[in-house]
T-cell receptor, first 117, second 114 residues
Framework: NAGVTQTPKFQVLKTGQSMTLQCAQD?????MSWYRQDPGMGLRLIHY???????DQGEVPNGYNVSRSTTEDFPLRLLSAAPSQTSVYFC????????????????FGPGTRLTVL | DQQVKQNSPSLSVQEGRISILNCDYT??????FLWYKKYPAEGPTFLIS?????DKNEDGRFTVFLNKSAKHLSLHIVPSQPGDSAVYFCAASGRKTSYDKVIFGPGTSLSVIP
């Protein structure tokens, strides 16, 4: 299993450009999410999905769009990049259902480092 | 408004001693808590978790304690090793919250000095 894969690893954009960060997982996980990591802010949830066709907003959704057409893929779109979106982006996946007796760990990809000039 | 807080941005500990990392949360709907470890240029990796029906969970050198009344949890690493030097994130989720989102704290950078 490759786990969670993200492409590209690095990206530089100019303000106003658009791009899509790719995320794929091969563990048949229902739940997928996108986080951004900024110094002193930790990991902040952008958007998440509990299954194909179902997405919802996290803590910092503005400026980002997502869609989930398959279980495996969960791309993150920046429609008009801004310098405030300079960050490291992590995609994660896990099983959707759990009880208080089961583990619920998320598996993270290696990250995409994005710079917006 | 941060729902998961880690008030110590950094911690330095001598090799062989105990490392204690603290985490506080504000949302009483959280019922599952996790710790993740992150090395530079890598994604976070799961370390240990605890559900609200327990007050302690151990896995080798790592123990997590949960105090629900104080909305506080801590991660103990004994003995600390240089390879434990990393950023540690506390995270929380709740089955009754919307779609069981996982919310992370800002992280604590641990340095274990040989």
């Amino acid at each position: 299993n490759a786990g969670v894969t993200q492409t590209p690893k690095f990206q530089v954009l100019k303000t106003g450009q658009s791009m899509t960060l790719q995320c794929a997982q091969d563990m048949n996980h229902e739940y997928m999410s996108w986080y951004r990591q900024d110094p002193g802010m930790g990991l902040r949830l952008i958007h998440y999905s509990v299954g194909a066709g179902i997405t919802d907003q996290g803590e910092v959704p503005n400026g980002y769009n997502v869609s989930r057409s398959t279980t495996e893929d969960f791309p993150l779109r920046l429609l008009s990049a801004a310098p405030s979106q300079t960050s490291v982006y992590f995609c994660a996946s896990r099983r959707a259902t759990r009880t208080l007796y089961s583990e619920n760990e998320q598996f993270f990809g290696p990250g995409t480092r994005l710079t917006v000039l | 408004d941060q729902q998961v807080k880690q008030n110590s941005p950094s911690l330095s500990v001598q090799e062989g001693r105990i490392s204690i990392l603290n985490c506080d949360y504000t949302n009483s709907m959280f019922d599952y808590f996790l710790w993740y470890k992150k090395y530079p240029a890598e994604g976070p990796t799961f370390l240990i978790s605890i559900s609200s029906i327990k007050d302690k969970n151990e896995d080798g050198r790592f123990t997590v304690f949960l105090n629900k009344s104080a909305k506080h949890l801590s991660l103990h690493i004994v003995p600390s090793q240089p390879g434990d030097s990393a950023v540690y994130f506390c995270a929380a989720s709740g089955r009754k919250t919307s779609y069981d989102k996982v919310i992370f704290g800002p992280g604590t950078s641990l340095s274990v000095i040989p």
